[in-house]
């Protein structure tokens, strides 16, 4: 009775994506990227690789998880790159992910099946963004990670009482000023 109700959920909100995408692009199939412009920037790697190649992983990796910003001469004495910086060093709280692995998380069956619901999910969802052509250029952070920040969340529920209070709020202090001073750049506050 529950997978039936499940599957009729996910039947209402196929239909509800498909009648969008008609409504505005003109079929169900079609969801904006292929009528996209993405200018000179990214238009021959989409020409030449398409929109999901895995060609663009080892790039997409640097720039989503690795590419942390770099110490700057000047105001606000640190530099991002607009083709992204790593979500993981600048919402640092996101590295307790990694205690899921832990074997208290996995004592019971419906741990199991959560836990592992939400990592093929999460790792289904990381394959497809880093196999797209496009970084999110401009932007702060890596923006299509955030696609991960609620199955993430929900990981963090289950780790997070295990954690002193003391390294929670550190890393949310690191995760607001990094945000801040992010927004700041975004808007323009630290271009001359």
Known sequence: KKILILCFCLLIILLLASFYNFARF???????????????????????????????????????????????DHSPYIKFDPEGNSFLFLSPLFFLFFLITRLKFWGSSKLILINLSLLVSILTIIFFLLCYFATGWFQFSARYMLDLIPLLIILLSEIISDIPIFYILTLVIISIFFNTLGALWLIGVFNG
């Not at 169900?28 to 993405?38: A, C, H, K, T, V």
């Not at 999901?52 to 110490?71: A, H, K, S, V």
């Open 26 to 72: 003109g079929s169900i199939w079609e969801n904006g990227f292929q009528l996209s412009d993405y200018g000179p920037r990214y238009k021959s790697l989409k020409e030449t690789l398409g929109i999901l190649n895995l060609g663009y992983i080892p790039n997409n990796f640097f720039y989503n998880f690795i590419n942390t910003p770099i110490l700057s």
